[in-house]
Structure formats: structure tokens, C-alpha cells
């Protein structure tokens, strides 16, 4: 399979040069996207910097923040143009263990067209988070799950591995998410669609450098658009068996 891990940054300066050299380690063969969201430190100088000794990794520079989920979605057109067969998505703060790309890799091997590294699986583990940041998760999660019903235990994760010909079925380009509501979006897209979805366990780290870029903005963005979804196909579904039974 071809792979392009995609990466979104801002000031990740102190981070990135580390996360590309374990990404290369951990799969050699894959090809890696930079979206620099025109980060102030250097951030993709320093991405350029390594490309260019390892190979493979290219940068994407955009003129300003846009967002999360406008990245991915930049990051993935390319791939789908490029004809890739597996499109990634991970965080560069180290938060995301690269170690664990081969066994999300393996699930698409196996079928899965979606394979997501959970932290809410068995095996999977959230170590040092502060009691109240492991609850908002954790039950934010569960509300995610009683609105889309997807069956989906880790709906917020960002370490991912996806089809490409999933995501051109799903229409990715035309989600509306911009923060980390895009995770949830794509997860809900896969699940509606009928796809396969499995969850690899992962320890998922804190940054150790560098701040992180939960806001709560963002989240108030992700519980809406839940609600929304949620709401709408309950309604959709009732007008459904009504429309039936006439």
C-alpha cells in the first residue's frame, strides 16, 4: 500500500524534527506531508531541514491558521490526487506514538476501513492526565456515542488510518468541522456509509513541549455539532417510519 502520513503544525518547533525522524523509523516506506499552518518559529523550516536529509517528506506551507480540520482536508486532496491508497492523520507534539503506525496500518490490511488508535479500548491508556481532562474526555466521548451511535469508543482521536477510496466515497472535501470536530465527522461520514471501523489500543502521551491547542471554543464546536447531527437523524429516521407505514 502507498502511505502519506499527513501532519498538521503550528509551533511545533521543538517537536517536529523529533516526530519526523520516528515516523521515518517506524515506517521507512511511507511518504510524510507536513501542513504548516505558517507557524512563527520556524517550524517548517525546521521540517524542510529533515526532509531533506531523509527523503520523502514534503511541506506544505499555508499563509496563515486555518485550522485543523481545513488542513486535513488540504493534506488529504493531495494524497487522493497523488493516488495514494492510505491516508494518515497523526499529531507531531509526541503525543501520538509513530511506533504504533504498523498495527493501524495492519487493520486496513485486514479489512478495516478505518482503523483508529483508542485510548478507550483495552490496552488503551491515557497516563498523567489530570482527573478532570480525563473525565471531559471521557464522557464526551460517551455523549458522542449515545447522539451518532456509531460504535465508536475513541470518536475524538486524531491518530488515524484511512482508505482513500473511503474517503473520496464519503465526499471528505465537503465536511464543515475546522477544529477537532473533524475527527468525530469523519467517523460518523465512515460509520453511515456502512464502512468497517476498528480501534487499535494506543497510550496516548501529553505534549512535553510546547502548548497544546485545545481551546474551549473548540470543544464547544465538537458538542454542537454532535447535537446537530444526532438530533437531525433522529428526525430523519421518524419521518422515515412515518413516510413507511403510509
Known amino acids: 500500500m502507498r ?5 498538521p503544525t503550528f509551533l511545533e518547533a521543538m517537536n517536529i524534527e523529533d516526530f519526523l525522524r520516528r515516523a521515518r523509523e517506524a515506517v521507512p516506506d511511507a511518504d510524510i506531508l507536513v501542513i504548516d499552518d505558517n507557524s512563527p ?3 517548517a523550516d525546521i521540517a524542510e531541514r529533515v526532509g531533506s536529509e531523509l527523503g520523502q517528506i514534503q511541506v506544505l506551507r499555508r499563509p496563515s491558521k ?21 491516508l494518515m492523520q497523526i499529531d507531531a507534539d509526541l503525543s501520538h506514538d509513530p511506533r504504533a503506525i504498523p498495527a493501524l496500518l495492519r487493520e486496513l490490511e485486514n479489512g478495516a476501513d478505518l ?15 489530570p482527573w478532570y481532562r480525563r473525565g471531559l474526555s471521557k464522557y464526551g466521548n460517551l455523549y458522542t456515542g449515545f447522539m451518532l451511535r456509531t460504535g465508536v ?3 475524538t482521536s486524531g491518530y488515524r ?6 474517503l473520496k466515497a464519503i465526499d471528505f472535501a465537503s465536511t464543515r468541522a475546522k477544529g477537532y470536530g473533524f475527527q468525530i465527522e469523519l467517523a460518523y461520514r465512515v460509520a453511515m456509509w456502512g464502512g468497517r471501523i476498528a480501534e487499535v489500543p ?6 512535553e513541549r510546547g ?18 447531527w444526532g438530533i437531525r437523524d433522529r428526525f430523519e429516521r421518524g419521518r422515515k417510519r412515518v413516510t413507511d407505514d403510509a
Open 3 to 7: 502511505v502519506l502520513i499527513c501532519t
Open 41 to 43: 518559529d520556524g517550524t
Open 66 to 86: 486555518r485550522g485543523l480540520g481545513s488542513a486535513y482536508r488540504a493534506g488529504f486532496s493531495i494524497g487522493v490526487d497523488r493516488g495514494y491508497d492510505v
Open 115 to 129: 482503523a483508529i488508535g483508542s485510548r478507550y479500548v483495552p490496552g488503551g491508556s491515557i497516563p498523567h492526565w
Open 153 to 155: 469508543h475513541d470518536a
Open 161 to 166: 488510518a484511512y482508505r482513500a477510496d473511503v
Open 202 to 207: 494506543i497510550t496516548f502521551t501529553d505534549r
Open 211 to 228: 502548548q497544546s491547542k485545545m481551546s474551549a471554543a473548540v470543544m464547544i464546536e465538537e458538542m454542537g455539532l454532535v447535537s446537530w
